[in-house]
Nanobody, 119 residues
Framework: QVQLVESGGGLVQPGGSLRLSCAAS????????MGWYRQAPGKQRELVAT???????NYADSVKGRFTISRDNGKNTMTLQMNSLKPEDTAVYYC?????????????WGQGTQVTVSS
């Protein structure tokens, strides 16, 4: 059974920092591309950052220079360090695991963790 469990969300003031973690089980973690997505109320889910199995990183323009994605294949975890947070970063943040293999598309999501940036 695949499980992606996010943690680290909460309430933070503008300019503050949070560190999100995603713990994965039930998959061969090192072979998956991992990513963070977010969804604000009334908006579509959007990409925040991704990291491939080879640790190539990609960021949404809105978070470049403020957020850092990383992975630890030994611990089956992925993190998102979020600095200089803005009110517009407020959303539910979701962990994603994705792999294409022999024509099969494996795509898994966590339950999400709320991040609220407000004074």
């Amino acid at each position: 059974q695949v499980q992606l469990v996010e943690s680290g969300g909460g309430l933070v003031q503008p300019g503050g920092s949070l560190r999100l973690s995603c713990a994965a089980s039930g998959i061969s973690f090192s072979t998956y591309a991992m990513g963070w997505y977010r969804q604000a109320p009334g908006k579509q889910r959007e990409l925040v950052a991704t990291i491939t199995a080879a640790s190539w990183k990609n960021y949404a323009d809105s978070v470049k220079g403020r957020f850092t994605i990383s992975r630890d294949n030994g611990k089956n975890t992925m993190t998102l360090q979020m600095n200089s947070l803005k009110p517009e970063d407020t959303a539910v943040y979701y962990c994603n695991a994705h792999r294409l293999s022999l024509g099969n598309d494996f795509n898994y999501w966590g339950q999400g963790t709320q991040v609220t940036v407000s004074s």
